[in-house]
């Protein structure tokens, strides 16, 4: 089992720059995929990114790719969210969750932090 906690959330103006951390206990966080999903009010919640145990591997939503950047170090069990040219259509609560296979999907999460605030401002 691993519990995960999010930071990194904020007020930012449009086009400005977050970058979220996930800091993962417990279990080693290497031994999972890691994933970001987020949920704007009203909305269903969403992937935004993922990346698998060594970090060889990502995968993001077509509406982030080319502004948000996945990251780990398993050194320190943290999974990062850079966050570059937001928009408002980005705020949302940013979740962090932990698979043991690397997907899209929501269902293939076990393990979920309780999220961080994004907020972008026009």
């Given at each position: ?75 320190e069990n943290t999974v ?17 969750a932990a698979s043991f ?22």
């Amino acid at each position: 089992q691993v519990q995960l906690v999010e930071s990194g959330g904020g007020l930012v103006q449009a086009g400005g720059s977050l970058r979220l951390s996930c800091a993962a206990s417990g279990r080693t966080a290497s031994t999972y995929a890691m994933g970001w999903f987020r949920q704007a009010p009203g909305k269903e919640r969403e992937f935004v990114a993922t990346i698998n145990r060594n970090g060889g591997s990502t995968a993001y939503a077509d509406s982030v790719k080319g502004r948000f950047t996945i990251s780990r170090d398993n050194a320190e069990n943290t999974v990062y969210l850079h966050l570059n040219s937001l928009e408002p259509k980005d705020t949302a609560v940013y979740y962090c969750a932990a698979s043991f296979v690397l997907g899209t999907r929501m269902e293939a999460y076990r393990y979920w932090g309780q999220g961080t605030q994004v907020t972008v401002s026009s």
